[in-house]
């Protein structure tokens, strides 16, 4: 497992053999599309991907106006299986490299050639953007107390379950590489917020590297927002993935989200 780390930011595109697809799983994100669309440095991908899961408002209208390529799910199945449907979609493009990026404007567009170059140097197939790597930095970005101090006792609580010492494990600002995708067994996870725990239990039990680079989200009216309720119940399902991962590596409950 590579170690984390920080990267200084790119600033220019670089000729590259990659095909980079940015996936957004969205959610009622027609008020924010298209400014986070127009923030994304040129020249640093070749397709994106706009996955709605059943929106209330227009937001697959305004995406096709924007010339991106849109799926509607015909009903709401959550955020995990939005992404489902995000990552599957980019596979089968031919993507060698997939970014997440949300539609709702919380993560930098900016620091997306940060995101792909340990991909594209061979030095991770998954990348994370911290908002804890810098300090002070996700209470500039407006992240509210609670929520800081659930992350880092989460954060805390499952580095010691993987043995590892990530920054953040509770971000959605993230990169894979197609082997990524290829080898973590995605689609058998939650369809819920705790997709993204098991995520990063799934790269520590397989073995695929993790790199993280600074971010600073941004937490305003239509950005969209895990409330108290549901962060408690997120919490209480990264407890139970990290005790199930335990069990798992102890052999004595084997997980099918752990196998391949």
């Known amino acids: 497992m590579g170690d984390s780390s920080a990267l200084e930011p790119s600033s220019r595109a670089e000729p590259r053999e990659e095909k980079v697809v940015i996936v957004m799983p969205a959610y009622n994100a027609a008020r924010t599309i298209e400014d986070t ?11 994106i991907v706009v996955v709605d899961d059943h929106s209330g ?52 567009p900016a620091i997306i050639p940060d995101m792909i170059q340990p991909i594209r140097e061979g030095r991770a197939d998954m990348v994370l953007g911290s908002r804890m790597l810098t300090p002070g930095g996700a209470r500039r970005g407006g992240m509210p107390l609670w929520k800081r101090v659930a992350n880092r006792f989460l954060t805390t609580v499952e580095n010691l379950a993987m043995g590892r010492g990530f920054a953040e494990c509770h971000t959605g600002y ?25 995520v990063i239990f799934q790269a520590v039990n397989f073995d695929l590297p993790v790199v993280e680079v600074p971010v600073e989200s941004r937490y305003f009216e239509d950005a969209s927002s895990v409330g108290f309720r549901q962060g408690v119940v997120y919490g209480l399902g990264t407890l139970w993935t990290a005790l199930r991962y335990r069990l798992h590596r102890a052999g004595l409950a084997s997980s099918d989200k752990f196998r391949r």
């Open 37 to 47: 669309f127009r923030a994304i440095p040129e020249g640093y991908y070749d397709e």
């Open 57 to 108: 408002d227009d937001t697959s209208a305004k995406a096709a106006a924007l010339n991106l390529k849109v799926i509607r799910h015909p009903h709401n199945v959550g955020y995990g299986g939005n992404q489902k449907t995000c990552y599957m979609e980019a596979l089968r493009s031919g993507a060698t490299i997939v970014v997440m990026l949300h539609p709702d404007g919380q993560y930098d």
């Open 174 to 198: 993230r990169a894979y590489s197609r082997r990524f995708l290829e080898t973590v067994p995605f689609l058998r996870n939650a369809n819920g917020f705790v997709f993204d725990t098991e």
